[in-house]
């Protein structure tokens, strides 16, 4: 157990590093332009780069750090968590190394050319800045993805057995569907949101709609309804049919159901690990999806031992009537 | 929960749908609250006819099984209906014996009156 906790400390660590750096980067910027840095910064740039938002100089470090340290710490905390999901690890180290990049290199070129302009209303931020913070950020993403390596294989599943089944009559349809809920992405989205909108009025950063979006779709997807149809498997939304996410039975080689833990499936909401996609909204009750390009599908839903026997029967219904057909 | 319908039966389809969700609120598997698939949806994966599932869907309303609004969907009432649920099912079943034994309607009828009565 030692070597889990020191392992996934020192995973966490890692994550949190290049906000850390980035946050000291900026810090150091901030001092040795002190004197040049007018009262008021401009803070956002129009699409041409022409300043049209401003903040006092008293709040860009407070917003800085708030903005870094947080970022770094929900980081952090997402790394030192995931237990045993090398995939989505390897996708977090490369995520933090980017962002923290992104966040690091808009704040000090903010503070550049409020630095080197006679008056905040002057003051542009010539397009390439973007691109290049962009290029910058995907690059170091990138060496986080090299250096954090592939990782163990996720340690494997019960072996074959055969999947159960559900006898229909001839001519009779089946239609079996559950909701499942998140407490955790609503409590998240309704956070994020929140978040966003704070951010918005209380200071202009440029990172509030992207924040209030993914809170809104975090909330939307709270929620979904599970179906097994004459179609395959569908997953959307409760409260509208689309979008929606659908394995057609043909893709289908056999289901089955088991408990299985969120964070062994690599966490909460969609996830995407080698040879595994996710849609976890809980622990507990899942259904597993082994699909005929021999990856794994995999949703939490109550129930799900009914929805595996139905999808195999359908599924075998379905072989039969192509086998007919020709 | 499960939804099964037999297109060959001489049973209508609505009926059917009805029977499934009564089914399914008196074993406990729909609790009260808890949202049925749109009908839109629902005859969508079955492949039958959208009236067809509202059929079913206002047949469970007039049993007071469950709520339909418009813009909401069809929520399953509060008011005890796995109880309820069940004595829908005796009820079903009494009927389908009767008619099978060849007795009339008023024949029916009349046996449930005089248990009724004779408290």
């Known amino acids: 157990m030692e070597v889990i906790v020191t392992r996934a400390w020192r995973r966490a660590a890692v994550v949190a590093l290049p906000f850390v750096l980035a946050w000291a980067a900026v810090l150091a910027v901030y001092a040795a332009l002190r004197d040049r840095l007018p009262d008021r910064l401009a803070t956002h740039f129009g699409p041409g780069g022409q300043a049209d938002g401003f903040t006092g100089l008293g709040a860009f470090l407070p917003v800085a750090t708030t903005l870094l340290l947080l970022s770094g710490l929900i980081a952090a905390a997402l790394a030192y968590r995931s237990l045993s999901a090398p995939g989505a690890q390897r996708m977090l180290v490369a995520m933090a190394y980017g962002t923290a990049v992104l966040l690091g290199y808009l704040h000090i070129v903010t503070l550049w050319v409020n630095a080197s302009a006679a008056r905040a209303a002057d003051v542009t931020l010539p397009l390439w800045h973007l691109a290049l913070s962009f290029a910058a950020a995907g690059a170091v993403g990138w060496v986080g993805w090299l250096l954090a390596g592939r990782g163990d294989a996720p340690a494997d599943e019960p072996g074959e057995e055969a999947g159960p089944r559900l006898p229909l009559a001839k001519g009779e349809a089946a239609v079996w569907t559950h909701t499942v809920g998140s407490p955790v992405l609503a409590v998240l989205g309704v956070g994020t949101t929140l978040l966003g909108v704070v951010l918005a009025v209380a200071a202009d950063t440029g990172a509030e709609t992207a924040l209030i979006v993914i809170g809104l779709i975090s909330a939307a997807l709270s929620r979904c309804r599970v179906t097994v149809d004459r179609r395959g498997l569908s997953v959307a939304p409760w409260f509208t049919p689309r979008p929606r996410l659908r394995i057609s039975l043909g893709r289908i080689k056999e289901a089955t159901s088991r408990e299985a833990r969120a964070l062994s499936l690599g966490g909460w909401g969609y996830r995407i690990q080698p040879g595994r996609s996710a849609l976890v909204l809980r622990s507990g009750d899942a259904l597993f999806l082994r699909l005929v390009t021999g990856k794994e599908f995999v949703v939490t839903v109550d129930d799900a031992a009914t929805a595996a026997a139905l999808l195999n029967t359908l599924v075998e219904r379905d072989r039969t009537a192509t086998g007919a057909r020709g | ?119």
């Open chain 2, 1 to 119: 929960m499960l939804f099964r319908v037999d297109l060959g039966s001489p049973v209508p389809l609505g009926d059917q749908i009805a029977a499934t969700v009564r089914g399914a609120i008196a074993d406990g598997t729909l609790r009260p609250g808890e949202r049925l698939p749109a009908a839109r949806t629902l005859a969508d994966s079955l492949g039958v006819n959208v009236h067809t599932v509202l059929r079913g869907y206002q047949r469970l309303r007039e049993e007071d099984l469950i709520d339909l609004r418009r813009g909401r969907g069809a929520v399953v009432t509060g008011e005890q209906p796995p109880a309820r649920a069940r004595l829908l099912e005796g009820v079903q079943n009494l009927v389908d014996e009767a008619r099978a034994l060849g007795l009339s309607d008023e024949e029916v009828l009349s046996l449930v009156r005089t248990r009724l009565a004779g408290g």
